[in-house]
Structures are given as structure tokens and as C-alpha cells.
């Protein structure tokens, strides 16, 4: 009796490892543009950018996305002090500036400010004598000797 030769059995391909690959982040939104409103007390602002005039207030802009610069505005108004303003990502989305008023700015732009007068200069007469210095008084001073009870 011959038997034959154990045939080997077919050889399993092993499974191929498998690279670990990281999943694909998910796309991020972009950020939908939103628009500040700057709104000046009072109304009638001119708003500038680098000197530039943009117009006038209540003026809606759109803000800066995060990673953006911020922009530094200007808000003027005749009879007001020049208001900066920075609009950043952060910024609201309504701004209200109250805009200081001038130092001796009438109520009118038109009309000339009027200079007050000069205050009238005292006479020797009507000056305060000058009061003597009074004698400065000297403390007590405590006594610093040090006293040695076993003596």
C-alpha cells in the first residue's frame, strides 16, 4: 500500500495590517459675516478709517473674522472730541459711543465761541498779607537707652 504524500493545504494569506489613519477632522464652518452696528450719541457721527470717510452714524460694517486684524476707527462731530473706536472679532454686534463734547463748544457750530475775559489782576491793596512762619515745634523724643536688668 503506497500512500501518497500529504498534500499541504493552501496557504492563508494573512490579513494585510492595516495602517492606522487618523480620521479627516470635519470640515470647519466658515464663520457667517456678521455686521456690528456703531450707533454715536448723538446721531450724525462721520465714521472714518485711517482717515478715510466711511459715513456717518448709525453705520453698520462688517466685523473682523477671528484671526483678522481689528480696525481703528475714527468717530467725528463738529463740537465733539474725536472718538476712537476698535472693532475686533469680539466686538458686539451694537456699538453705542457716547461723544464728549469740547471744551467752551457752543451749541452751534456756526456760531464763534465767545473767549472769556482775562480776570482782573489783584492790587497790592486787595492782596492777603503774607502770614509769618510759625516757629516750628520740636517733639519728645523717647528715650532709646537700653537698660540691663541683671545689673
Do not use: M
Given at each position: 500500500?503506497?500512500?501518497p504524500?500529504?498534500t499541504?493545504?493552501p496557504?492563508?494569506p494573512?490579513?494585510e495590517p492595516?495602517?492606522?489613519?487618523?480620521?479627516?477632522?470635519?470640515?470647519?464652518?466658515?464663520?457667517?459675516?456678521?455686521?456690528?452696528?456703531i450707533v454715536s450719541k448723538?446721531?450724525g457721527?462721520?465714521?472714518?478709517?485711517e482717515g478715510?470717510?466711511l459715513?456717518?452714524?448709525?453705520?453698520?460694517?462688517?466685523?473682523?473674522?477671528?484671526?483678522?486684524p481689528?480696525?481703528?476707527?475714527?468717530?467725528?462731530?463738529?463740537?465733539?472730541k474725536?472718538?476712537?473706536?476698535r472693532?475686533?472679532?469680539?466686538?458686539q454686534?451694537k456699538?453705542?459711543?457716547?461723544?464728549?463734547?469740547?471744551?467752551?463748544?457752543?451749541?452751534?457750530?456756526?456760531?464763534?465761541?465767545?473767549?472769556?475775559a482775562?480776570?482782573p489782576?489783584?492790587?497790592?491793596?486787595q492782596?492777603?498779607?503774607a502770614?509769618e512762619?510759625?516757629p516750628?515745634?520740636?517733639?519728645?523724643?523717647?528715650?532709646?537707652?537700653?537698660?540691663?536688668?541683671?545689673?
Amino acid at each position: 500500500v503506497v500512500t501518497p504524500p500529504p498534500t499541504p493545504e493552501p496557504a492563508k494569506p494573512e490579513p494585510e495590517p492595516v495602517a492606522a489613519t487618523k480620521p479627516e477632522p470635519a470640515p470647519v464652518p466658515a464663520e457667517e459675516a456678521v455686521q456690528v452696528k456703531i450707533v454715536s450719541k448723538p446721531e450724525g457721527a462721520e465714521v472714518y478709517n485711517e482717515g478715510s470717510l466711511l459715513g456717518h452714524s448709525p453705520f453698520e460694517l462688517e466685523r473682523p473674522k477671528r484671526g483678522e486684524p481689528g480696525l481703528d476707527l475714527t468717530l467725528k462731530l463738529s463740537g465733539y472730541k474725536d472718538q476712537p473706536v476698535r472693532v475686533t472679532a469680539f466686538t458686539q454686534e451694537k456699538l453705542t459711543v457716547e461723544l464728549d463734547k469740547k471744551r467752551g463748544a457752543s451749541a452751534s457750530a456756526t456760531k464763534p465761541a465767545a473767549t472769556p475775559a482775562p480776570a482782573p489782576t489783584p492790587t497790592p491793596a486787595q492782596t492777603k498779607p503774607a502770614e509769618e512762619p510759625q516757629p516750628r515745634r520740636q517733639r519728645a523724643r523717647p528715650s532709646t537707652e537700653v537698660l540691663d536688668p541683671w545689673n
